[in-house]
C-alpha cells in the first residue's frame, strides 16, 4: 500500500523529522546557536565556549607568526638574526 495517503504523509513526518534531528546535531557538534527574534526571524550564531575560545588564540598566535615571518622576508638582515627569529617561533 505505497499509495495510501495516509502512509506517505507518516513517510515524509518521518523524512522531516530525521532531517531536523541531523541537522541539530550538526549544530551542536559545531556549536551554532539558532535564536529567534520577536517577529519570528531565525539567526544563527556560533556559541562561545572553550573550543571557539581556543581557535580564536591559535588564530592570533598563527597572525602573529605570519607577521614575524613577513618581517625576516623582507628584512635586509643577517643570517644570524634570521636564525634567532625562527628560534624564537619555536619557543613560543
Given amino acids: 500500500m ?40 531565525k539567526t544563527q550564531r556560533l556559541a562561545n565556549n572553550v ?3 581556543a581557535l580564536q588564540n591559535e588564530i592570533s598566535e598563527l597572525k602573529e607568526r605570519i607577521k614575524v615571518l613577513e618581517r625576516i622576508a623582507t628584512d635586509n638582515s643577517s643570517a644570524i638574526d634570521v636564525s634567532r627569529e625562527i628560534e624564537a617561533l619555536r619557543d613560543r
Wanted: charged share 20%; aromatic share 4%.
Fill in 2 to 41: 505505497i499509495g495510501d495517503p495516509f502512509t506517505m504523509v507518516v513517510a515524509i513526518i518521518a523524512i522531516i523529522t530525521i532531517g531536523k534531528i541531523i541537522q541539530s546535531k550538526h549544530q551542536a557538534k559545531y556549536g551554532i546557536i539558532e535564536d529567534q527574534d520577536m517577529l519570528g526571524n
Fill in 51 to 53: 573550543d571557539t575560545q
